[in-house]
């Protein structure tokens, strides 16, 4: 262990919120897993399994921008324990409303709506808190780690609620609760000096400054978009259950290891870039994962054997992970503290749009030409968009350290 790792390790602050963040975010994930098997048995209508993140990503999109000015206002660490509390008090409503068999879709639909809202305010918040817990000589390293744990939680949440959801929906939800409350406590234990902000009112034009912010310095503007379109142009994982069942001929197992492919690969990756965390060509680095995400998307896309389907989408995972670490941690690094939760929020904003409209896409084209039409055209499109961002933004790829 070097001695940069081992003192992030020791601060007590950090390490408490990477806990926090991982009971919280495994435990969202189990909660979004069993609130659609919930729904399902309930109604068995796809229509209301898609209401389900309909009604959180609705909510989540038209607050996080005032969300982002209140993160920048109060005191981030309280911001980030009463979204976790909520989400506990979520889970306990639905254990209660289980058993008093007052669990329907309308009440599914409702919590679901105080669950995007929450997201909404979480997001920018622990993002924002980051950087106030750790030296800025040891963020990159932090963002590595908060994403390897990110990528736990992802693999990890949704197969623990599978296997909970067997003793039923309540057994799910109890343990929902438990982790939240887990990750409340540990959030109220987060301590760091914070600095009440003197400013105006929260109003939308002071929720926009955000938006403003990152328009203004071409550095942010095109390591978001850069991300953005990325991930809107290889959204070749929403076509996983076609891929599985008519090209790659597996059933569920196979569709399960597909599905947990990139999330690996991100997790490895993060691995790899806290124990040596990138130090110089940033810049050209965060091109190069970009360009390497569009081709192995290519290679899935022309795949028709499962294991190499797995290897592609684990090498598009591992790319997509050094995207995120170089884009959060130059975004970090080039924000004023008062700024960051409003940024934050337009990085949210952002990725949310492009993750659904990503699905979108690939679904349209995948109907019109098939679905390796659509994973080859969205990979080579995001080879394009690397080549044209490159052009487009000098600034960013000449970068060579993190820190301008």
Known sequence: MTPELRQLLGSRPFTRFLLARFFGLTASQMLMVALAWH??????????????GLFQFV???????????????WHRGRIFTACVLLQALTAVVLVGAMGLGLD???????????????????????QALTPLLVP??????????????????????????????AAGAGAVYATCAVLSLAACALALRVHYAHQAAAGRAVSWREALAGLSFVWQRKVLLGA???????VLLGGAVALLPIYARDILHTGPEGLGLLRAAPAVGALLMSLVLTRWPLQRHVGRLLFAAVAVFGLATVAFGLSHQLWWSVLALAITGAADNISVV??????????????RGRVAAVNSIFIGASNQLGEFESGAVAALWGPEASAISGGLGTVLVALLWWRMFPALAQRDRLRG
């Open 136 to 165: 800025s000589n040891l963020l990159a390293r932090a963002v590595a780690l908060s994403s390897s744990a990110v990528q736990v939680s992802v693999i990890g949440g949704p197969a623990l609620g599978g296997v909970l959801y």
């Open 59 to 73: 909510p989540a999109l038209l607050v996080t921008l005032p969300a982002g000015q209140v993160v920048d206002r």
């Open 39 to 52: 729904m399902y048995d309930l109604t068995r209508s796809a229509w209301d399994l898609g209401l389900v």
């Open 326 to 339: 170089v884009r959060l941690t130059v975004m970090q690094l080039e924000t004023p503290d008062e700024m």
């Open 104 to 126: 329907s879709r309308n009440l599914i639909l409702a919590l679901s709506v105080v669950l995007g809202v929450v997201r909404a305010f979480q997001m920018p918040a622990q």
């Open 224 to 230: 978001v978009s850069l991300d953005m379109f990325a």
